[in-house]
């Protein structure tokens, strides 16, 4: 589970942002962005600047949030007043729903 996560979050794009949510989504883990939160917080080498809150919004605190606001405006990422401009940067995965086999009868004999 946690090496999906890293992987949707390792995918985004310079320049594009991604929600918590939206990349719980993408790995395929509906419901669990706390997980996504708790990946970043463990892991090392992810651009984390990337992932903001639900619709924009920087999540972290103090010195933290700074520096998420300044690496994403290095990357041309624009802002409009303290959230990010989700329509021109949110960076959008393609959820490809996997199809189960049909289930066969079996005969019994």
């Known amino acids: 589970m946690l090496l999906r996560i890293e992987r949707v979050i390792r995918a985004i ?14 790995a395929g883990l509906p419901g669990r962005a706390r997980m996504v939160a708790r990946v970043l ?4 080498g ?5 992932v903001l809150g639900a619709r924009g919004a920087i999540k972290l605190r103090g010195d933290s949030a700074i520096e998420q606001r300044l690496r994403l405006e290095a990357e041309g990422v624009r802002f409009r007043g303290r959230k990010v401009d989700m329509k021109a940067h949110e960076w959008k995965v393609q959820v490809s729903r996997q199809r189960r086999p049909a289930r066969t009868k079996r005969s019994s004999k």
């Open 13 to 26: 794009p310079r320049g594009k942002v991604s929600t918590y949510g939206g990349i719980a989504l993408a």
């Open 41 to 44: 917080k463990r892991s090392f």
């Open 46 to 50: 992810l651009p984390w600047q990337r």
